[in-house]
């Protein structure tokens, strides 16, 4: 009989000569059980998304519910579906004034694209800046701010006028002008290998976007709904974007993505022309359930509350001689281990052992933490001890 494997590497098309090619059947909290039953803590959560781990009971209830009332009924922002209107009326609660108009899509790409459409409509104008190893998505308007160029010249044209900053180079900031209808930022900029905006830089970059009538989008794609121990990581600042960007741990699982900004920035989809934004599948039901589920209880658990901890958990407990340096903030996390050689070895010797990890695509020298946000003390204990084991073995 053809192996699953066979069948992956010939029927799946392939995004690189050397995918991980780990086996798993089923999931549960922080484990990934291979066919064979062999269990791997998952240390990334498939990417900062299975926030609240696998299998995670009101998500999987909301989703068999909503599934036995209906699934698609018709493309976004026509009918009056209940699973809809319920999230978005919660997400807008989690947010400060004046996001409080929710555009339901269907992935952290499309979230970012209807935000630069956005931009663009409600300010008249076209230049962007976005920054240097940026990761804001694969679509052509999102490849179009990645901050590598080795990334994205092979796709060219792609978006004219799209500039790259320097995070926290405050000179810069006077290349935002009156003619920049955007900036993109993330509140950590997660692929470049969790490097942190400087609060004082945030305000100043808010500050420049505001003076020259531009928008700030924030991704939270990756950092949203409590990853850095906030609930959003620009409340990390005091700053408030103009637009955000959610999706990853937004739905619990399930594919879903979001835009939000104020009523008056997001009506300017309505006219001239009408439909600025059109998507048949965006905010499915039964993603919507989903994702009212996850969030609702990440919102009122208190497990955000406890991130901090876990963070100086990690930090206490990974004290390693080839480890030279704990980055991030909250549980996302990049472990510095001074090569890709070294990074490649302990991600083998983890899927050998027993846990699962990776690198960031703008930067090989370090692995990467984000662990589901429910993950226990103990079993943080024990994830560290098995990383310093491999570690020594590598
Ligand atoms: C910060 C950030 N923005 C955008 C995206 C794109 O999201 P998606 O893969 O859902 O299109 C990602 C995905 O990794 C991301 O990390």
């Known amino acids: 009989m053809i192996s699953n494997r066979e069948l992956f590497l010939n029927y799946l098309g392939q995004t690189s000569e050397n995918p991980y090619l780990l086996e798993i059947e089923k999931a549960e909290g922080i484990y990934l ?6 269990k791997h803590i998952d240390l990334i959560s498939g990417v900062s998304v299975s926030s609240l781990g696998h299998n995670f009971k009101p998500v999987i209830d909301a989703v068999i519910k909503q599934a036995e009332k209906h699934l698609h ?27 409080k108009s929710v555009y339901l899509v269907n992935s952290g790409s499309e979230a970012i694209e209807g935000a630069l459409k956005l931009a663009k409509r409600y300010t008249g104008k076209t230049k962007m800046f976005s920054f240097n190893n ?9 490849l179009s701010l990645c901050g590598n160029e080795d990334f994205k010249s092979s796709f060219r044209p792609l978006l004219p006028e799209v500039y790259s900053l320097e995070l926290n180079n405050f000179e810069q900031l006077n290349l935002i002008d009156k003619h920049t209808a955007c900036v993109v930022i993330e509140s950590v900029q997660g692929e470049a290998g969790v490097k942190l905006p400087d609060s004082k830089y945030m305000l100043a970059l808010r500050e420049a976007c505001s003076k020259n009538s531009c928008l700030l989008i924030m991704d939270e794609i990756q ?9 959003f990581g620009f409340q990390n600042f005091e700053i408030i974007p103009d637009i955000v960007c959610f999706a990853k741990a937004f739905g619990g699982g399930m594919p879903i993505g979001a835009f939000a900004a104020s009523p008056e920035i997001m009506n300017s989809f309505k006219t001239n022309p009408v ?25 009122e658990s208190g497990i955000v509350d406890l991130v901090a901890n876990k963070e100086n958990l990690f930090r206490k407990h990974l004290s390693h001689p080839k480890i030279s340096e704990i980055r991030g903030t909250g549980l996302l996390l990049a472990v510095e281990i001074g090569s890709f050689e070294n990074v490649l070895k302990l991600v083998k010797q983890g899927l050998q052992d027993g846990f699962v990890t990776d690198w960031f695509i703008f930067h090989d020298t370090a692995f990467r933490i984000a662990p589901p946000l429910n993950m226990t003390e103990n079993e943080i204990i024990l994830a560290c001890d098995m990383i310093k084991n491999a570690l020594n073995k590598i």
């Open 275 to 299: 439909l600025g934004h059109i998507t048949t599948f965006g905010g499915h039901p039964v993603s919507a359930a989903a994702s009212l589920a996850a969030i609702s209880y990440i919102n």
């Open 223 to 231: 950092t949203g709904f409590g990853r850095t121990g906030k609930m």
């Open 73 to 99: 009924l018709m493309v976004y922002g026509e009918f009056i579906q209940d699973p809809q209107v319920k999230l978005a009326e919660y997400l807008s609660s989690m947010l400060p004034h004046p996001l």
């Open 134 to 142: 940026a990761y804001h998505g694969a679509t052509h308007g999102a």
């Open 33 to 38: 059980y291979s066919p064979d039953g062999k």
